[in-house]
C-alpha cells in the first residue's frame, strides 16, 4: 500500500468522527451479534450509550458506577460463567487504578475480556495528569497473554473491535483522540510497509502515522505502520530491514516497544530509538497539539529527533 | 452430594498438608463453614466440575487453605498424595489457591478482596444466560473487608438484588481496627439480609445458608473464637 499523504499536511488533521465516538455506534451491533457479550462500564461512557441502548441488549450494558475494581472483577466472573466481557473507561481508570485486577480477575483465573480504552496519551489536555494514559502499553507489557491494537484511524479501530470481540482472550483496544485522515491498514495484525528506503526503519504506531510519514519525507527510509503492536510484528520488521537502524514513533510512553525492536533484532547489531511521550510530568494544560510540540511528537519534532538519530 | 469421609477424618486429612502431629479443628477458622457447606449447601459433583448448573463456591479468602483441600479431598475433588504434595513445585496445592490447578476450585484467590467482585460477575453471569438454580457463595475473613473492593462489590450486588449471591463472612476478630456496630450492618445498609450465626454450630450454620433472602443477596457472618488462626 502506497501512502498517498501530502508530505506537509497538518499532523493533527482529524477524521470526521472520533475512534471513541465510532465504538459507541458499534455497540448495539456487537451486543445483537452475541448473546454473551456484556458491555461493563463505571459512569464512563453510560451518558453516550443510554440514548441508543434499547432492551433486550441493555440487559447487557452494566455501570457498575465509579468502581473500577469492581469493574474488572465483574468482568472476571462474567467471562467465568462463559460470557465474553467488554470493558470500558479512559486508561488510567482501566489499566492504573484496578491493575490488579486486571492481573488477578483475568489472566490468573484463565479467562479473557476485551478491554477498550478512550482517550489515548492526553486527549483531553485540560484534564491534565489524572487522566493522561500513556502509561497504558507498558503496564500490559509486565502481564502474560495480552493482544494490545493500537487503531490510527475510526475505520481501523471499528475493524479492530469486530475482531477482538469474537475471540475469547485478552485484548485491549487503545482509542485516540488524534486520528489520521485515512485509514492504512487492513488489520491482520502485522505492519504495513508504507514506503520503501534503504537508510533505516520508522515504526508508525497508530495515529502518529501521517506525521512520521511528513517528518521522513525527505529521508530515504523504509516507514512501517503499525496498528497491532502486541503481539509485535518482529518478522515483518527484520524482512524489510536494510540499515539496521530502527526509530520506534508510538502514541504512548516513549521506548514501549523498544525490547520488541531489541529482540527482534537480536541477531544484528543495530541501533533504536524510541520516540513518544516522555515520562516526566508537564504539569501544563492546553492543547493536544502543544502537548504534541512538548513531547516532540509534531511533525518538526520527529523531523529532528530522526534526523538527528539517523545522521550520527 | 456423598460425602465420602466424615468430619472426624478433617484432621488427617490435613495433617497430609501440615505433617503437624494433630489438628484440632478450632485451630482453624474455616474449617466448620467449609465442611457445613460442602456437605449440606452446595449442589457440587467431583465427576461434573463443569457442570453449567452448578453452585459455585469462590474462596475469597485464599491465605490458609488446608481446610478447603481437605473438605475437597473429603468430597472426591483431591487425592490423599495430592494433599502430601502440598506446596512443592509439581503440586496442584499451593499455599494460595490457583483454580486452573485445584479441581473443584473456582476461583483463584490469596490477594485478598478479590472473590466478591468475582462472584458479581458470576451471580450475574448466571442470571444473563438465564440460569436461575445456581447459588454463588463467596468466603471472606474479617479482616479482608478492610480492602476497599469489597465495599464496591457489596453495594453493587445490594443495588442489583443479586439474590442468588451468599457472601459468608468468617468473622475471628483478626481486623487490626475492629469494626464498629458489627459486620454484618455494613451489608444490611446496602440492602443484604444478614444473619450473625455461631461459625462452630453445625445446625445453626446450615439454617442461615439456607434461610429465605428472596429479592435480595445473602451476608452470613460465622463468628469464631478471636484469635484463630487461618
Not at chain 1, 492504573?96 to 486527549?123: C, T
Not at chain 2, 491465605?63 to 504434595?85: C, I, N, Q, T
Not at chain 2, 445490594?158 to 439474590?163: E, F, I, K, W, Y
Request: with cysteine; hydrophobic share 40%; aromatic share 6%.
Amino acid at each position: 500500500m502506497s501512502a498517498a499523504v501530502n508530505a506537509e499536511a497538518d499532523p493533527t488533521t482529524a477524521a470526521a468522527e472520533e475512534q471513541r465516538e465510532r465504538f459507541y455506534r458499534l455497540v448495539p451491533e456487537l451486543l445483537r451479534g452475541d448473546r454473551r457479550r456484556v458491555l461493563v462500564l463505571a459512569e464512563i461512557g453510560a451518558g453516550y450509550l443510554d440514548p441508543v441502548m434499547s432492551a433486550p441488549v441493555s440487559e447487557r450494558i452494566l455501570n457498575v458506577g465509579i468502581r473500577e475494581q469492581l469493574m474488572l472483577g465483574v468482568a472476571g466472573g462474567l467471562a467465568l460463567t462463559g460470557l465474553r466481557p467488554i470493558v470500558h473507561t479512559f486508561p488510567p481508570f482501566l489499566l492504573e487504578r484496578p491493575f490488579e485486577q486486571v492481573k488477578l480477575d483475568l489472566a490468573h483465573q484463565g479467562v479473557g475480556a476485551l478491554l477498550v480504552s478512550a482517550g489515548g496519551s492526553y486527549g483531553w489536555p485540560t484534564g491534565g495528569q489524572t487522566h493522561f494514559g500513556h502509561r497504558d502499553v507498558a503496564l500490559l507489557d509486565t502481564l502474560d497473554g495480552w493482544t494490545v491494537h493500537v487503531p490510527g484511524h475510526p475505520d481501523e479501530a471499528e475493524a479492530l473491535l469486530r475482531r477482538a470481540v469474537a475471540g475469547e482472550d485478552r485484548v485491549y483496544v487503545r482509542l485516540d483522540v488524534t486520528s489520521n485522515a485515512q485509514p492504512y491498514d487492513i488489520g491482520d495484525g502485522h505492519m504495513t510497509m508504507l514506503r520503501h528506503g534503504n537508510a533505516g526503519t520508522v515504526i508508525g504506531v497508530g495515529p502518529m502515522i501521517e506525521r512520521v510519514l511528513a517528518a521522513t519525507a525527505k529521508r530515504d527510509v523504509t516507514v512501517l505502520y503499525a496498528t497491532t503492536v502486541r503481539p509485535f510484528d518482529a518478522d515483518s520488521l527484520r524482512s524489510t530491514l536494510t540499515e539496521p537502524d530502527v526509530v520506534l514513533v508510538e502514541p504512548y510512553l516513549a521506548g514501549t516497544s523498544v525490547a520488541q525492536v531489541s529482540d527482534a533484532l537480536r541477531a544484528v547489531r543495530h541501533r533504536v530509538l524510541g520516540l513518544g511521550v516522555r515520562q516526566a510530568e508537564l504539569r501544563r494544560y492546553g492543547t493536544i497539539a502543544d502537548h504534541d510540540a512538548a513531547h516532540g511528537l509534531d511533525v518538526a519534532g520527529l523531523r529532528r529527533s530522526i534526523d538527528d538519530f539517523l545522521s550520527c | 452430594m456423598t460425602s465420602t469421609l466424615p468430619y472426624s477424618e478433617l484432621p488427617a486429612l490435613m495433617t497430609l498438608m501440615t505433617g503437624d502431629e494433630k489438628h484440632d479443628p478450632s485451630s482453624t477458622s474455616t474449617l466448620d463453614v467449609l465442611w457445613v457447606l460442602y456437605r449440606d449447601v452446595l449442589r457440587v459433583a467431583p465427576n461434573f466440575p463443569d457442570d453449567p448448573d452448578r453452585d459455585r463456591f469462590l474462596l475469597s479468602k485464599g491465605h490458609g487453605p488446608m481446610a478447603y483441600y481437605a473438605v475437597l479431598a473429603a468430597h472426591g475433588f483431591l487425592d490423599r498424595d495430592e494433599l502430601r504434595s502440598f506446596g512443592s513445585f509439581e503440586s496442584p496445592l499451593g499455599y494460595h489457591p490457583d483454580a486452573t490447578l485445584v479441581h473443584g476450585a473456582e476461583i483463584s484467590s490469596g490477594s485478598l478482596g478479590h472473590g466478591l467482585g468475582l462472584a458479581v460477575g458470576v451471580a450475574i453471569g448466571l442470571r444473563l444466560t438465564e440460569r436461575t438454580a445456581p447459588r454463588v457463595i463467596v468466603l471472606t475473613g474479617d479482616a479482608e473487608l478492610d480492602e476497599g473492593s469489597n465495599a464496591e462489590a457489596i453495594q453493587y450486588a445490594g443495588r442489583s438484588a443479586l439474590d442468588r449471591l451468599t457472601a459468608v463472612v468468617v468473622d475471628n476478630d483478626s481486623d487490626g481496627l475492629g469494626w464498629p456496630g458489627g459486620i454484618a450492618s455494613r451489608f444490611g445498609v446496602e440492602g443484604w439480609a444478614t444473619i450473625d450465626v455461631d461459625g462452630r454450630d453445625h445446625g445453626a450454620l446450615r439454617r442461615a445458608f439456607n434461610a429465605k433472602h428472596s429479592d435480595r443477596p445473602l451476608a452470613v457472618v460465622a463468628h469464631i473464637e478471636t484469635g484463630v488462626a487461618a
